[in-house]
């Protein structure tokens, strides 16, 4: 049961009605209920017993850590990495074991020995399995640090692991700062359960009127990329960027607009991150809630860590003290980025496209950032002038898109084949003599898609001021109503969905 389902809005509008009904009391619990339901009609049922033994672990964990003096370093420390790897261990079988075995058969066939030294095995994999797994590290983690207190009632445990919401595609959470008002009573409040509602409908526009679209695009060029080289590639891969965003970004809208309707104020996954002029901006925009966890959880602990102060000792008598403290974090990057890749899933085309590339891109960024920094001086350009912010962010997002082809290809082995049949063919042509209406979208269908974009620009446009939900709000009724229905509509009327149509899965609900 997909969230972009028929089936699925009824299920949110019985859920959202009882739970305004019932005492509020009752509410929390109702909310964990309806959370098993949903894993249920999902077809998730038998694979609960995952992310139940994840929350089992992380509750133990944290009682016997509260029950544990603090002068008890050598015990606590024990606690949390037993509690760390039976989390870590779960997620390895359920998602890296085949990753690994890959590798080793690779390495061994390299050297001449058999194609296929292990066996792979698979395994079904329950939703969101990677959000919910570092939601509860980072609870264990904070637990043990004093940040936050331990949950002393398994089933609210249960409901901050387990919400259905983020199961889908996340966000990340953090006990600390979300987790209280998943238990607090909530009293019906139109103007949140209105604006949530909203947020949701924009979120159904960004999938399936241009995420569904964009998709047929681009499954016909990376489905053959070697009949559709050259330019062909370079359109599906932008195309395929505007793709990611708007399904996952879409996704995120749905997910904390219906829980804004119920009261629960999820953290924010996107700030426009197209019009971010550096990568390392990007991903300070680009799924926030991950970049802040890598940096909470693996990247301030790396640098502290007594590896990484020797690192930066060494470094510091060896190139200076600038620039031994710049290589020691470039090598506690390497770590973060590689996670980052690794998070993203058990394959290499992963550790390269989402990982180990972005950190080159960040290690050339900061290295080069004072020659032409020079360079600017001695032309007189402005640096912070609009032509060469333009230049950033178009720079910008040609190397994210590098990567994001990575991301896409069927393999990485494909990803640089069509790296190479991208830059051997020259054929501008295909972008005006009317061949890219041969990939799936007829004239109409590309000018919807095109229209599409221009309004998904605007609004992005404005949110780099404000929220475009209260901009609305502040217009008189019926201006108002006109606008959210004329959303509404032209999702019904230009969404790809109904009958004979199954809707794709959102791209990030596989992690």
């Known amino acids: 049961m997909g969230i972009t389902s028929f089936y699925f809005l009824c299920f949110f509008i019985v859920l959202l009605i009882v739970y305004y009904c019932i005492p509020r009391k009752l509410q929390w619990g109702f909310l964990l209920s309806g959370s098993a339901a949903y894993c249920l009609l999902a077809g998730q049922g038998a694979l609960l017993f995952y992310p139940v033994v994840s929350v089992g672990a992380c509750y133990a964990g944290t009682k016997l850590l509260a029950g544990t003096p603090a002068e008890a370093e050598k015990r606590r420390r024990g606690i ?300 007189h350009l402005n640096g912070e002038g609009r032509f060469l912010n333009g230049v950033r962010i178009l720079r910008t997002f040609f190397l994210v898109c590098i990567g994001d082809l990575f991301f896409r290809a069927a393999s990485t082995g494909d990803a640089f084949a069509m790296l190479g049949e991208a830059v051997r063919v020259w054929n501008p042509h295909i972008l005006w003599d009317g061949s890219l209406l041969q990939l799936g979208l007829d004239g109409i269908e590309t000018a919807v898609t095109v229209l599409s974009l221009l309004l998904l620009w605007a609004v992005s446009l404005y949110q780099r001021k404000g929220s475009v939900r209260e901009w609305i709000g502040a217009k008189p009724l019926a201006l108002r109503w006109m606008l959210w229905y004329a959303l509404l509509f032209a999702v019904i009327l230009l969404g790809y969905y109904g009958p004979g149509y199954s809707a794709s899965e959102f791209i990030y609900q596989g992690f």
């Open 80 to 379: 949390l990495a037993v509690t760390i790897l039976v989390n870590i261990g779960i997620l390895f079988a359920l998602k890296y074991v085949n990753f690994f075995i890959n590798t080793v058969d690779g390495v061994v066939h390299l050297f001449g020995g058999p194609g296929e030294l292990i066996s792979g095995v698979d395994f079904l994999v329950p939703l969101g399995v990677s959000f919910y797994t570092f939601s509860l590290l980072g609870y264990v983690i904070d637990v043990y640090y004093g940040l936050a207190g331990p949950q002393k009632n398994f089933g609210r445990l249960a409901l901050y692991g387990l919400y259905f919401p983020n199961l889908i595609s996340g966000p990340i959470l953090k006990y600390r700062e979300h987790a209280a008002q998943f238990f607090a009573p909530h009293d019906f409040d139109y103007k949140q359960v209105t604006r949530g509602l909203q947020r949701m409908i924009w979120g159904f526009f960004k999938k399936l009127v241009i995420a569904e679209r964009l998709g047929v695009l681009v499954n016909t060029v990376y489905g053959d990329y070697e009949g559709y080289p050259g330019a062909y590639i370079w359109v599906a891969t932008v195309c395929y960027a505007f793709q990611l965003y708007t399904d996952f970004s879409g996704c995120m809208d749905i997910v904390l607009g219906l829980s804004q309707s119920l009261g629960i104020a999820l953290p924010e996954n996107f700030q426009t991150p197209f019009f971010a002029k550096s990568v390392a901006e990007y991903w300070r925009r680009w799924h926030i809630t991950l970049g802040v966890w890598m940096k909470d959880y693996v990247f301030y602990p790396l640098l502290r860590s007594k590896l990484f102060t020797n690192l930066n000792q060494s470094f510091r008598k060896k190139f200076g003290k600038k620039r031994g403290k710049q290589y020691a974090t470039f090598a506690a990057m390497f770590v973060l980025w590689l996670t980052v890749g690794i998070w993203h899933g058990g394959d290499w085309k992963f550790v390269i496209g989402s990982g180990l590339l972005h950190w080159f891109y960040i290690v050339m960024e900061e290295l080069l950032a004072p020659p032409f920094a020079r360079l600017n001086e001695r032309l």
